[in-house]
């Protein structure tokens, strides 16, 4: 641009200017403001699109799903129904075949229908054991962690239960109370919500002494829509990782107990039940205990990747 074509400002004469062309109102529009203020931003279809994008955990989910749905339908078509076996002592140790298709055990009862409900048993204590103790124990560490004048209280509860072995509780309880599925369950959450509810006390000495926790307390907000809405969000991929984890350490846990004989009665097989009961034989029928071990195998493996691929979609530091 040269010289020539510059105007000087200060001779431009304003009052001959047509303000109505130099400028305009905007009118304002309600919803045009929150069109443009909106976000399609949802945290839990962020969290399930960054899931999906793990395709072995996506496979594994299914895998389980599968499996957990096939236990109900395996008595039906197989050619023998759990609540009506009998033991036959003609058809001991029958070795897989077109009649038995898991063969028989050393009572002659089918290892086929005995197998899948045995699993069918073993995931329902899991996923009840693993969300009572994690309930439970995600309940315990929020107050833990937040009421100061507890906390004395609580670690020395915890360090009394946690420094006895949990065998010996569960013998205690076997041998005084009995043995039965409703039993398992509530002991093993009485005693399994120790280390979540730790895990998670830690979690919240980190948070609640931050910027907005305070502004929060001095403006007298409730303790606990204080921990519901400014803390407990940010354990959530933790929780869901304890969650995922647990309930395989049930499967584990229930295993190792049946195989002592604390666990269920033997009325209820399960698979530690039937891992118990193939020790003794599985040299010679190691069928007895290949199909159990692979369930039990399958179940562990499979939540394992899937907790820790959905705890780490549940992390906000990962959604876009």
Known sequence: MTSSNLVDISQVDVSTLDTSQLFSFVEYRAEAAEEI?????????????????????????????????????????????????????????????????FGTDNLGRDYWCQVWYATQTSIKLSILVAMGEIGLGVIIGLVWGYVRKLDRLLTEIYNILIHVPTIIYMTLVALMVGQSFWILVGTLILFGWMQPARHVRNLVLMYRDREYNLASRCLGTPMSRILTRNILPYLTSVIILRLALSIPGAIGY?????????????????????????????????????FPAINVSLITVTFYLVGNAFADACDPRNHV
């Open 37 to 101: 203020g909106y976000s399609e931003y949802s945290y839990w279809r962020s969290v399930w699109q960054n899931f999906i994008k793990r395709r072995t955990a996506v496979f594994m989910s299914c895998v389980f799903i599968l499996l957990f749905l096939f236990t109900f339908i395996a008595g039906p078509i197989g050619k023998y129904q759990y609540n009506e076996i009998k033991p036959d002592s003609t058809k001991v140790f029958i070795r897989p075949n077109s009649e038995y298709w």
């Open 254 to 290: 229930e295993t190792t107990l049946s195989y002592l004989g604390l666990g269920l009665g033997v009325e209820t097989p399960s698979l530690g039940i039937l891992l118990r009961n193939a020790r003794n034989y599985f040299l010679d029928f190691p069928y007895l205990l290949i």
